[in-house]
């Protein structure tokens, strides 16, 4: 079986895989990040959401040896360096923006990319980005509200900073 | 100002670190040492004969361990059912077996017919491939009309396909019939309650253990209630005595219903872990779960209500085909009977009514409890038929409600269909509904609207719902095999921390804060010092879980016995320690004290004294401080509440957009606002869904057309808008502790009439009466085309 050597988090990883081995299932089963989630098998439910390079991928739609050589993030490498929730995930447990968790790991991946590519999402732009992925506990409400405070945050503290 | 502790405060929810940080557990994340890969062959037709069936190729296939079908399984057990319902004549329902490998036929399009068990989950696949599984096809039984009518059987000792036929109140037929033709008005509707698929977005999965040393099974599995798993499967299935089986149901990603069940996969994977002597994982893809999850609804009925000339109910009538499937999955027979007609009073004072449900055995996946489980059919039906009666009496939809509402004055209220509400206001939360959904500035709304060539519709529903399922011996008079309290053990450690460990299961609902919330607010100490422990039962003492929005109000009730109980033991331990007496010490804020004194002693200084009992009173108590309780509900509780919806109808298309949804709940007391809110959300988005968007459908093959996430519509963020919550209107619980109603539920049960009514109240002007669900684009046109001809 060929290898494959990326990075995950920050870190080098590498593994054998087969050719139809994808990424999410190299990420849970060959490297043991099990934060990324498998909700369904036609890349609906965004579950798997991680980043490669600067965007947001379904994990499940791309094989693991595509990614030779790519920087991917997952759920596990959104934290502070220090350990303490990032701006949105702190968001998402102040506003109630998770019930079972399930679809969390793929809201934060696919949030934080809305927010890099836009500062100051509407609602409307915020659901219309969240298309592909599918929550059955929340209503979107709280996940909604969650990612309008982020977005928030993140602005004022881009603001202090300069 | 808001508490930031205890009853009340909207506690930040301690499990949310693990979930936001993919640190969660769910069974799929569990590996065991040394697993191997099971998958399922599940028929492709959805009824027929298995004229031969050969693994031989399969088995000698790269990787495979062994290859299992029902010729290996003639010790194990059929899946068995909860609940046994009474026909009209006496005699029990039918209860097929329900085989956890088909035996000879395949039922339903799914039904598992082998099972391979391999080093990785691609040979098991690759193997299940090779397996030579011939099918004869048989008709297969699809529309529960033609079902009932005889012709093909979904079992061959079922001739017309009737699980049971049920009449209830028996003893009202008559009176309602005569009352109904006596009425100055009967308003009659037929209606479908749209075949649903729960889809947690974790799909199910199960690894089974076996410890050969030890002779213990452990499964870990996504179960809403794991001791009735170990119930269910070791007594009936696998014969495992309990002490020799663990179930452990770790992180699970949400269930609303549909992981209640006892289902085929657990067993064989606890089964074959032994057999092969390796631990056996099995994990459902999205395909496999909505071929073998447990459905929801699926109700045909029809609905006559009688009224005089004032608009006062005076009987119902309803007659209800309700599908079951291929088998009874556990709770299935109580789900269209017991918590169905017993919620037809509604809120109102209905003085006569009567219903027969027809069960039907059809070719297709069981169907069972989800999220509201009867309660989402009784309100449909009956918030649809009360709108239709004001269009045709010409009463406003509010005004016709509100004289029939029971009275405040009224509780407790005996209904003529066997439950006795115990508290309520319905004029409440109408009232309140429609302040916040600002429906006096519907005029103007609708002006714009038209104006823009739409139409806009405002729709009222109001719902009533029997919760903290369920005194046993009421239970057990209806049917249930089971009890239907819960338990809880309240550990305080020596240093005065306390963990609780619960029956109830958490899948999203954040029990671990709530919990620790009313623990907290009881015992005066830090949230922090309370740890909550589920979801396994080598360390909870019994439980039978989580649904029936039951969690809080049994689950809770349980726990507060606990505490209770060991307030009680401490107070005794304080006295001794502060050589008064016990009646003289008062506990408040983590103090005990002698009342009236300065003299105090810590909870701490207790807890120590409990397990250091060097100065203690050990002819009168025993040492430690650890207290377990069964809480068994008096009755059920009723949470109710009004939701007013509004809705644009472009007529061109046939598009609903949901412009505003308001729900007013009555919850009885709440623990956690933030959580409960979130509930609500929850089932408005999931009753929204049902009423736009869901459908299990099912072509004349038995073919489940829409298997899968690009053909079955969940409610994604843009369907969906804000919503407006309310739960101040608060009659409590009269009979438990906390005075707590449950929210799982309710907006599930509210939303679809509110917006089914929102609807038709849009398109009544051009003749439109009645669209069934889901209100998909092309139904609407279809109506409007209709009504235009």
Known sequence: MPTVNMTVNGKPVSGEVEGRTLLVQFLRETIGLTGTHVGCDTSQCGACVVHIGDDSVKSCTVFAQACQDADVTTIEGMANADGSLCVLQAAFQEHHGLQCGFCTPGMIMSASDLLAKNADPTESEIRSWLEGNICRCTGYHNIVKAIQAAAATMRGQQIAAQ | MPKDQGIGASSKRREDIRFLTGKGQYTDDINRPGQAYAYFLRSDVAHGRIIRLDTDVAAASAGVLSILT?????????????????????????????????????????????????????????????????????????????????????????????????????????????????????????????????????????????????????????????????????????????????????????????????????????????????????????????????????????????MDADGNFLALRCSTLANMGAYLSTFAPCVPTWLHGTLLAGNYKTPLIFTNVKAVFTNTVPVDAYRGAGRPEATYQLERVIDKAAREMGIEPVELRRRNFIQP???????????????????????????????????????????????????????????????????????????????????????????????????????????????????????????????????????????????????????????????????KIAAHLLEAAEGDVTFENGQFTVAGTDRSVSWGDVALAAYVPHNYPIEEIEPGLEETSFYDPANFTYPAGAYVCEVEVDPETGVVSVENFTAADDFGNVVNPMIVEGQVHGGLAQGIGQAMLEAAVYDESGQLASASYMDYAMPRAGDLPMFKVDHSCVTPCTHNPLGVKGCGEAGAIGSPPALVNAVIDALAPIGVTHIDMPLTPSRVWRAIQNAKA
């Open chain 2, 409 to 571: 004055t009224q509780f407790p209220y005996a209904t003529p269909v066997a439950v006795e509400y115990d508290t309520g206001n319905y004029d409440a939360t109408m009232d309140k509904a429609l302040q916040i959904s600002d429906s006096a500035g519907f005029a103007a709304r609708k002006e714009a609207t038209e104006a823009a060539g739409k139409r806009r519709g405002l729709g009222i529903a109001s719902y009533i719902e029997a919760c903290g399922i369920a005194p046993s011996s009421l239970v057990g008079a209806l049917g249930a095999r089971a009890g239907l309290y819960e338990a809880a053990t309240v550990r305080v450690n020596p240093t005065g921390s306390i963990a609780v460990m619960t029956g109830s299961h958490s899948h999203g609902q954040g029990h671990e804060t709530t919990f620790a919330q009313v623990v907290a607010e009881m015992l005066g100490c830090d949230e922090g010092q309370v740890d909550i422990v589920h979801g396994d039962t080598s360390k909870i003492p019994f439980g039978m879980g989580t649904y029936g929005s039951r969690s809080l109000a049994v689950g809770g009730s349980a726990i507060v016995k606990s505490v209770e109980k060991i307030v009680a033991k401490a107070k």
């Open chain 2, 70 to 306: 029902a010729k290996d399984l003639e010790a194990v057990g059929g899946v068995p059912c909860g609940w046994q319902v009474t026909d009209k004549n006496g005699e029990p329902m039918k209860e097929p077996k329900h085989p956890i490998l088909a035996e000879g036929k395949v039922r339903h399009v799914g039904d598992p017919i082998a099972v391979v068990i391999a080093e990785t989950l691609a040979a098991a696949r690759d193997a299940a491939e090779a397996i030579e599984c011939e099918i004869e096809e048989l008709p297969a039984v699809i529309g529960m009309e033609t079902a009932i009518q005889g012709g093909a059987t979904v079992h061959d000792d079922i001739a017309d396909n009737l699980c049971f036929d049920w009449e209830f109140v028996a003893e009202n037929k008559t009176a309602v019939d005569e009352a109904l033709a006596s009425a100055h008005h009967v308003t009659a509707l037929e209606l479908v309650n749209n075949r649903l698929v729960a889809n947690p977005m974790e799909p199910r999965a199960a690894i089974g253990e076996y410890d050969a040393a030890r002779d213990e099974h452990t499964l870990f599995t996504t179960s809403q209630n794991p001791h009735v798993i170990r119930l269910l499967m070791g007594a009936f299935v696998l014969s495992i005595p309990e002490h020799k089986l663990r179930v452990v149901a770790p992180d699970v990603g949400g269930g609303f219903g549909t992981k209640i069940y006892h289902y085929a996969e657990e067993a064989l994977v606890t089964w074959a872990a032994k057999h092969v002597g390796r631990p056996v994982k099995w994990t459902a893809d999205r395909t496999e779960a909505f071929l073998s999850d447990a459905q929801g609804r699926d109700h045909v009925t029809k609905i006559e209500l009688g």
